[in-house]
């Protein structure tokens, strides 16, 4: 089983946020630990995790650095986990690449699904034996962070409410609810940064993608 992970800093080893000292080891990032437990759901099977997440990814970078690496891939799941710094309201004149400068959020809800379709699109074309794409929906933060950052929280909730759209525009795709899971147990979930996800939370995003492809392989048995 051939799984591409696309995410952000979130699917990475993390500092902690006040010291030096390692926060989340490479053991404990969630593409590491699903890879741990679909080893153990399916023993007789090889498990390859290509872990593609990088820092400040987004839907942008997706359409334009992913599409052709994946094509050339060719997993069987896909697990797309951006959109966070695509969201996120940023201070004035922040931005990391040219197309970014004066917009807040750097990508709007319609560019994140414009790109989103895109990508999924030339997937499902161009990718044989493609059986799922599994989308991570942007986790919730720390009240002090979305006081921080006025809008995100709001920005948060449109874009994840448009993910279920998706879902059921899609049946290819399958939709993790991280949002849900952090939000019952919110300050275990995270960082001491208040944004990324803890040693549980990476946990809990683990659990859920392991969830749905279990689920589709069950299914796609009958």
């Known amino acids: 089983m051939k799984i591409q992970i696309i995410g952000d800093s979130f699917g990475l080893p993390r500092f902690n946020n006040k010291t030096n000292s390692i926060e989340v080891e490479f053991e404990n990032t ?16 090889d498990i390859i995790i290509v872990n593609s997440s990088k820092r400040f990814n987004n839907s942008l970078f997706l359409v334009r650095n992913e599409i052709m690496e994946t094509i050339l891939i060719q997993p069987e799941y896909i697990v797309l986990q ?6 996120w309201s940023r201070e004035p004149d922040t931005y990391i690449i040219e ?9 709007s809800k319609e560019e994140y ?3 989103l379709d895109i990508f999924i699109s030339n997937c ?16 919730k933060a720390s009240l002090e962070q979305y ?5 995100s929280f709001g920005n948060t909730w449109d874009f994840n409410n448009e993910l279920k759209t998706l879902k059921h525009k899609n049946k ?10 952090f939000s019952k147990n919110i300050e275990r979930a995270l960082c001491s940064d208040g944004v990324h996800p803890s040693n549980y939370g ?3 995003i683990a659990n859920l993608v392991l969830e749905e492809i279990c689920t589709n392989k069950k299914n796609s048995q009958f």
Not at 82 to 87: A, E, P, T, W
Not at 99 to 107: A, D, L, Q, S, V
Not at 127 to 139: E, H, S, Y
Request: aromatic residues 12%; hydrophobic residues 40%; glycine residues 6%.
């Open 202 to 204: 990476n946990k809990l």
């Open 113 to 115: 699904f414009s790109n």
């Open 99 to 107: 197309e970014f400068k004066g917009k807040n959020p750097w990508i």
């Open 30 to 45: 969630y593409p590491e630990l699903l890879r741990k437990e679909l080893r153990l759901f399916y023993p007789n099977e």
């Open 147 to 151: 006081n921080k950052h006025f809008n």
């Open 172 to 181: 290819e795709i399958l939709l993790a609810d991280a949002y849900r899971e």
């Open 82 to 87: 951006v959109g966070i710094v695509d969201c």
């Open 124 to 139: 499902q074309k161009n990718i044989q034996g493609l059986k799922g794409i599994i989308v991570v929906n942007i986790t």
